[in-house]
Every structure is written in C-alpha cells, then in structure tokens.
C-alpha cells in the first residue's frame, strides 16, 4: 500500500512542482470564487491545464518548426551517416559530429528542441497527480473549509478508532494515517481520511459523532460541491466511480465516468493525427525517428484510455484539456506553417550559419597569430640575448689585462688559430 499523506509530499524535484501547482491552483480558485462564484477544483483543473499550455505554447511552437525543418534537412542528415557508415575510428565520429552540427545550424535548429517540451510536460503531469489525489493539501482555500468539523471529532477520546474504522468499512488505499504525532498532524489525518469519503463514509461519520451532524453534513454538501464533476467526485478514479454507482443503479453517472477514458482516447488520437499532418510520406519511410514516432501515436490512444480510467477524476481531467488544447493549437499552427516560406527561412538561417561559421574562423585565425607572434618574439628575444652575449665576451677579451688568465687564453687561441689557418 502507497502511503500518500495529506501533509505534501516530499521529493527535490515533484515536492516544489506540485507545491507549485498547489498555489497556482489555489489562486485560480479564489479567483473564480471571488469573480464568478464558482468553486469547483474540477474546473479550476480545466483553467489551469489551459494557463499551462499558453506558458509552455513557445516550446510548442519552437518543436512544431523544428518538425517542418527535420523534413527539409533529413536527406542532408541521411547523407553524412551514409557518409561515415562503418567508420568508427575517433577522427570519423568527430567528423561526423561536426558535419552533423554544421547542418542543425543550416536550419537553425537545435537536436534537443523536440524533446524539451516533454520533458518539461512530464514532471508537471506526475505533480498534478499528487495535487489532485490531496487537493486539501495542497489548495489552502479548499483545507480550510474542513477546519470546523475536524476540530470537533479531535476533541472526542477515541476518535482515531473510529477513523480508522470507517476507512478500514470502506477499503480506502493509498492512504496512511499518523494520530501519534503531533496535534497538526493528527488533524491533516482526519482531513486526509474524511476527503477520500463516499457517502456511507459521510453517513457514518454523522452516526459516530452525531453532536456535529449539522456540521459535517454542511462539510458534506460543501466537499460535494468543490469536488463535483458531472455528478462524479474527482478524486476517485473513472475505475472506482463505476464500482460505487452500479450497485447503486446510478446508471447515468457510470456511463459518464465510462465516457471519460473514451473522450481521452479520441481526442489523443485527434491529436496525434493533427501532429503526423505535417509530415509526408517520404519522410516517414526513411526517417526512423518519424517511424518511431508513428508507433508512438497508435500506441498513445490506448495508453490515454488506460491512464484516465485508473486514475482519479482530476487527473483525468488535466489529461483531456491537455489533449484538447493541443488539437486547438495544431490546427492553428499547420495553418500558420503552411502559409511560412520555408526556403526564404532556410536560406536566412544559411546566412547566419556561416557567419558564425566565418567568426569561429576568425578566432582561431587570431589564436593562431597571437601565438605565431608570441613565437617569433621569444625567437626574436634569444636572438638579441645571444648577440649582446658575443658582443660582452668580445668586450671582455679586448679589455684583458696582460698576465691575468683571460690574456693568456687568449694567446693560446690565437696561436690555435694560426696554426689550424
């Protein structure tokens, strides 16, 4: 069993994101409140899911060129692996790195452009995942309403039995309850077990603490309201919603919680086939990447259906508007690449290539000058110290004094001399 307090989760990288989304959430909710009187996480989700996309909408725009761009230059990427096939000695595969480069700055694109939004999505998704499944944790405006209502049931003796008890009835997982700790963390407890309640949780909760029934009866409608979409609660799953309503005969809500997954699956593939639009038949039979690509689209559908229906609500929610946003902007951006010339952009980007071909010439050009004109000074240099040396020793043996060892050294080189002429 995961443990999943209401106190945030922890974590270096998925703690500050989702603590992130937390007040990013929380501050559209108020908002709305505040605007519209709307309180409802389940569509505060919906607007945060489509701000998100707005910010990440320039690496969106970035990756959809660099997919037009890949086109235009894969013939010329495919060449140069031809080129170095086999080849696997240090010199080549330098070779190759550099011609390779030398063509992404042809076109002005990175090799990692495709990749950041997803990396970027990624993450966010896995944080929205802890905010949904602990909204009181993370939204304060949401937590705050349970405030009455916990106080109550903590100063009962017992109480934390009888929690356990109706979470024990109800088979809730994912959840792990700390009434041993401090006053704070007994509290978060009872809010954590109390926001994953279906109604018999709620009616049970009324028949052991039947002193607050009017509290926690107006707590019920209230979490009722905020957690609400289309009938369901977001915090359980399409998967959980369909095992609670059928026995009840709540046909209606089950067919909904079993739409959901189905609208994910349609409008991923939508998505996917906006996406692939762009691309034509050459290019994805004789790029890989392309081919890759393509198996990732037929398989994603299924993946989307899958996710959705064993994930809660909320998640699911952030899922579709994610799906339906992006169907939005590919179809504005085909429209918009479509009318681009992509020669003219081409051929700037050509231009700049080679200036910044021709400057990292010039650098090198002016290392190697600095160092040609280091060289020739220091040869420059001996050349004068050896000069002044010979013109000291000539100095020195014209002022020798007659006797010393000097003059007599001097005699018997140029009796030497004499004799070697």
């Not at 910044?356 to 190697?368: D, H, L, P, T, W």
Request: a positive charge; proline letters at 3%.
């Amino acid at each position: 069993m995961s443990s999943i307090l209401l106190t945030q989760s922890g974590g270096s990288i998925l703690g500050p994101i989702a603590k992130a989304i937390g007040v990013i959430i929380n501050f559209i909710y108020v908002a709305l409140s505040n605007t519209f009187g709307i309180e409802n996480v389940g569509f505060t989700i919906i607007i945060f899911t489509i701000v998100v996309y707005m910010i990440l909408f320039p690496f969106t725009y970035k990756q959809q060129k660099f997919s037009r761009l890949n086109m235009k230059m894969s013939p010329e990427l495919k060449a140069v692996q031809k080129k170095y096939e086999g080849k696997t000695d240090q010199q080549s595969r330098i070779a190759m790195s550099q011609e390779t480069q030398a063509i992404y700055d042809k076109y002005g694109v990175s090799p990692t452009g495709s990749c950041l939004p997803m990396l970027i999505q990624f993450p966010i998704l896995l944080a929205v995942y802890r905010v949904v499944y602990n909204i009181p944790a993370y939204v304060s405006s949401v937590k705050d309403v349970y405030g009455t209502v916990v106080s109550d049931i903590v100063s009962v003796d017992g109480y934390d039995k009888v929690i356990k008890n109706i979470v024990s009835d109800l088979n809730i997982k994912r959840l792990s309850l700390n009434f041993d700790g401090s006053e704070k963390e007994a509290a978060n407890s009872v809010i954590d077990a109390i926001s994953k309640f279906t109604d018999s949780g709620w009616n049970a909760l009324v028949d052991n603490f039947p002193q607050f029934s009017d509290h926690i009866n107006s707590l019920h409608k209230t979490v009722a309201h905020f957690n609400d979409f289309l009938g369901l609660d977001i915090s359980y799953s399409p998967f959980e919603s369909v095992k609670m309503f059928m026995p009840e005969g709540k046909f209606v809500l089950v067919i909904i919680a079993i739409l959901l997954p189905i609208v994910s699956g349609l409008s991923q593939w939508l998505s996917m086939k906006l996406t692939m639009a762009t691309q034509d038949d050459t290019s994805m039979k004789e790029n890989p990447a392309m081919q890759q690509m393509k198996a990732m689209n037929t398989f994603m559908p299924f993946f989307s259906v899958i996710l959705v229906f064993t994930s809660p609500i909320g998640l699911g929610l952030y899922w579709i508007t994610s799906a339906v946003v992006r169907c939005i902007q590919q179809f504005f951006l085909n429209k918009h690449f479509d009318k681009l010339n992509f020669d003219e952009i081409i051929e700037k980007n050509r231009d700049k290539a080679e200036a910044k071909q021709a400057k990292r010439a010039g650098y090198v050009k002016e290392a190697i000058s600095q160092n040609g004109k280091l060289s020739t000074k220091n040869v420059n240099s001996s050349n004068a110290s050896n000069e002044e040396a010979l013109k000291e020793a000539e100095s020195l043996k014209a002022n020798a004094k007659k006797g010393s060892l000097t003059s007599k050294a001097n005699l018997v080189k140029d009796f030497n001399n004499r004799n070697n002429n």
